[in-house]
């Protein structure tokens, strides 16, 4: 990504903040269902942000009831691993939530993240209401007209159907297994880069 990524952020969410619905009440809780690649990463960033209330690793956007997690990772179900995010939109709005999702993943790679492949790891915003799909859409074209990728965004933007938890074992992974090979190797660098890159927005 180029230098100037984060002042080229700032005026997508201008852009796109301005289609948010102001009206919501106080501690009125919205949702956000984003697949980035691999949930455990995803999961492990959107924790640490201020106003965030929780995050859930699982699976949507298929057309297996209750898959597990060796059926999605067969590429059969049609599923792609995402986390469903609890956030107060009055402390952090869904532009900003959007903000850490393309800035956390190359959403110009189709079913592909780094050395993981398939469908079920592909960029996905499963939009809860028309304010969400007006806000993605346009922060999409945002970003693909300034520039901010080399590549075109392929990150789908398509209605929310119905969420699966994953298995018990998938949630709060990071912090639960941190000297597990992949989160050493994988996850930790990702996460010191974050934690530098979004401190002003990180919980105490």
């Known amino acids: 990504m180029k230098v100037y990524l984060t002042l080229i952020f700032a005026l997508a969410i201008t852009a796109a903040g301005a289609q948010s619905n102001p009206s ?19 999961e492990a960033f959107f924790l640490r942000l201020k106003g965030v209330e929780s995050v859930v690793s699982g699976y949507s956007g298929g057309k297996v009831k209750n898959p597990t997690y060796k059926e999605v990772c067969s590429g059969l179900t049609g ?27 190359d959403p110009t790679t189709l079913n592909k993240q780094g050395y993981d492949e398939g469908t079920q790891y592909r960029s996905a915003v499963f939009y809860h209401n028309e304010d969400q799909k007006r806000t993605a859409e346009d922060y999409k074209k945002q970003l693909d007209q300034s520039g901010a990728f080399k590549k075109p965004i392929v990150t789908e933007i398509t209605p929310f159907s119905v969420f699966y938890p994953a298995e018990d074992y998938h949630q709060n992974y990071y912090a639960l297994n941190p000297n597990q090979g992949y989160c050493q190797v994988v996850i930790r660098p990702k996460i010191e880069k974050f934690n530098k890159q979004y401190a002003a927005k990180l919980k105490k």
């Open 24 to 42: 919501k009440k106080m501690n009125e809780l919205e949702t956000a269902t984003l697949g980035s690649g691999c949930f455990w990463c995803t």
């Open 79 to 105: 599923h792609a691993e995402v986390v469903q995010v609890k956030f107060d939109p009055t402390v952090i709005s869904f532009a900003e939530i959007l903000e850490v999702f393309w800035n956390t993943h």
